[in-house]
């Protein structure tokens, strides 16, 4: 083969590739997840339907709560409808990966372990990881839980706050382990458990319909800080923009502090 017809094929080789490549960047880079989100109509909230008052059920068995009215706006401003669906709070992820659900609202705290595998949201919210006993318990700071029964919900982001404490942790006799934040709480109301590591957004709400039975240990004594988030996968890039737009709207007009009041009594949203 003579120079000139060697140059020619190795040229066209070159070109080939190079639009085989751009290609598959191409497909790679598209994302249309907010478009499939608009040909739907709606997106799929997963959560914990026993999660007051961030997501619970009535006394007529609907859905509401603090997020429910957050997500409701959001999905008002975006053009679309939303569904909530229950979820089994420890396999929530995989439910999102999976493609059950579109999104998790639902009190999810921001955690490494949880950037790993979704993405998130601008905070709204943020919060600590309270301990909560009896009204006449003698506990009154995590040196006094040595030895005790503690109770949280499984898979929640109080499990991980709690073991990010060893010194705590490893004075324990038993972490009990339930599904919801309110089995946990009704354990420790009948004495089976001694406390309860839950979020606070959580807990104050049960303190407060039940005062006489719970108090929180004030102070320094709770296990940390934390952000709450949306939840979606990390490819739906294009639909966590517009969620961030309505999300970010509704802080500036004041509609998520409203809301906000509505449920905790004041605006504490993160801005």
């Known amino acids: 083969m003579s120079k000139k017809w060697l140059v020619i094929v190795v040229a066209i080789c070159a070109l080939s590739l190079l639009i085989v490549g751009c290609g598959q960047n191409s497909q790679q880079e598209e994302d249309l997840s907010w478009q499939n989100i608009k040909d739907k109509g709606e997106f799929v909230i997963g959560l914990d339907d026993n999660f007051p008052p961030m997501g619970f059920r009535d006394e007529k068995g609907e859905i509401v709560g603090f997020d429910i009215d957050l997500a409701n706006e959001a999905a008002k401003r ?12 420890d396999g929530v992820i995989l439910s999102l990966k999976s493609k059950d659900i579109d999104v998790i609202w639902n009190g999810l705290t921001i955690t490494e372990k949880r950037q790993e595998e979704i993405a998130f949201s601008d905070v709204y919210l943020e919060d600590r990881q309270i301990i909560v006993v009896q009204n006449e318990s003698a506990i009154n700071n995590k040196k006094d839980l040595a030895g005790k029964v503690v109770g949280l919900q499984l898979g929640s982001s109080s499990e991980e706050a709690l073991n990010n404490d060893a010194e705590t942790a490893e004075s324990l006799e038993e972490v009990r382990k339930y599904g919801s934040n309110a089995e946990a709480l009704m354990d420790l109301e009948t004495g089976r ?13 049960f303190i407060a319909q039940r005062p006489d039975k719970y108090r929180v240990l004030e102070g320094e004594e709770h296990f940390g800080k934390e952000s709450f988030g949306v939840g979606v996968r990390k490819e739906d890039k294009s639909f966590l923009d517009e969620l961030n737009k309505a999300i970010n709207a509704m802080k500036e007009d004041g509609t ?15 801005k």
Do not use: N
């Open 78 to 89: 975006m053009g679309v409808e939303v569904t909530f669906k229950p979820v089994e709070w």
């Open 193 to 205: 458990i001694e406390a309860v590591v839950v979020d606070e957004v959580a807990g104050r709400y």
């Open 256 to 270: 998520a502090g409203e809301i906000c009041t509505k449920w905790f009594g004041e605006d504490i949203i993160t």
